[in-house]
């Protein structure tokens, strides 16, 4: 199904976020291991969408991180007109530092990250954990707001339990600290997509602010896309998991644009090429590995596809699983293997 032509009217309404302007509503969401430099120049070939996130880069590292080593704080010029850039860390002062070397950098904007519920990240004070603190939360974002003069935004989630009223002050408080929109997942903290979000909560959310609101979570298909816009009035999305099975997503949904029989392998061998363009050989594997799985669960029999790339012992091994799998014109899933997608 395609959305209609109502909402692809929506979706490429421009829509102005501090003193920005996205062109489209369509967002890219902030992904860790798979939002690289890599996968975003993948994403622009097909467009569609308004902004590009990167990966969660910890605001320690930013101030002193050269962009041609790092993994992460890594960039092409020509992007950065439409790439935000999403740090996550406990001290609103070190954040704040962060956020003034990516304005100096020239990304759009900065995302503060509130959303990661990773034991690692958490039990540090950073991302999901500090909305156990709302003061200290919504100073962090007062500081990050001061230090600069780009858009400001907040990736987060429900809260620490399935209670809608805590992420509704706390919308609020982001909004009084100067945040200039919000990205809000209605998962809670602890939950790592095991239940469905609570889309209800994205309305509630979007009616206590007046800032935009991006709704995000489970996000799959068209039908997806249009139900969340019409049930929860917010103002635009941000999808995830659907864009690395699927990355001509957004051209789809914004564009109109058709999928031919083609496109998956050329899309498999170029995302293996530019991985290797930014990447060494065994990082290149590893992140193609990590995003196949994914890719993958586009087709009926994609878990072989998917296990038989991770077996694979070099790139050269990997590019010809994806010729052997694709010369048979393999049949798509209607929507996206949910075992592959967890």
């Known amino acids: 199904m395609e959305v209609t032509p109502e909402t692809r009217r929506f979706l490429n309404t421009p829509i102005r976020i501090g003193g920005k302007t996205a062109e489209k509503r369509l967002l890219i969401a902030p992904m860790a291991g798979y939002t690289h430099v890599a996968f975003r120049e993948l994403m622009e070939s097909f467009g569609g969408y308004g902004l590009l996130f990167t990966e969660m880069c910890s605001a320690k590292a930013v101030p002193n991180e050269n ?65 156990k603190t709302p003061d200290a939360a919504a100073a962090m974002v007062a500081a990050v707001r001061e230090a600069v003069s780009i858009p400001v935004s907040v990736k987060y989630r429900t809260g620490w339990s399935d209670d809608p009223k805590p992420a509704i002050e706390m919308a609020r408080r982001f909004e009084d600290a100067g945040a200039d929109a919000l990205t809000f997942h209605p998962r809670v903290a602890p939950d790592r997509r095991t239940r469905p979000p609570r889309w209800d909560y994205i309305r509630m959310v979007k009616q206590a602010v007046g800032i935009p609101v991006f709704g995000n979570g489970d996000v799959f298909d068209a039908t997806d896309c249009m139900r969340m816009l019409e049930t929860t009035g917010c103002d635009g999305i941000s999808i995830g998991r659907i864009a690395l099975a699927a990355p001509w997503t957004p051209a789809m949904w914004t564009c109109g644009m058709e999928v031919d029989a083609g496109l998956y392998c050329f899309c498999a061998r170029r995302m293996m090429d530019l991985l290797q363009r930014h990447f060494e050989p065994i990082t290149a594997l590893r992140r193609f590995k990590k995003w196949m799985l994914f890719f993958a669960a586009g087709f009926k029999f994609g878990h072989r596809l998917s296990a038989d790339i991770r077996g694979a012992r070099d790139i050269d091994a990997a590019c010809a699983i994806i010729d052997r799998f694709f010369a048979s014109d393999p049949e798509k899933n209607p929507r996206p293997n949910m075992n592959l997608f967890r």
Not at 88 to 101: E, I, Y
Not at 110 to 124: E, L, M, P, S, Y
């Open 67 to 131: 962009p041609g080593h790092s993994l992460v704080f890594r960039w092409r010029s020509q992007e950065l007109p439409r790439l935000v850039c999403q740090i996550f860390g406990a001290d609103a002062r070190v954040m704040a530092d962060a956020a003034r070397r990516v304005e100096a950098e020239g990304f759009f904007g900065v995302d503060i990250n509130f959303g990661c519920a990773v034991a690692a990240v958490c039990k540090k004070g950073s991302g999901a954990a500090l909305l």
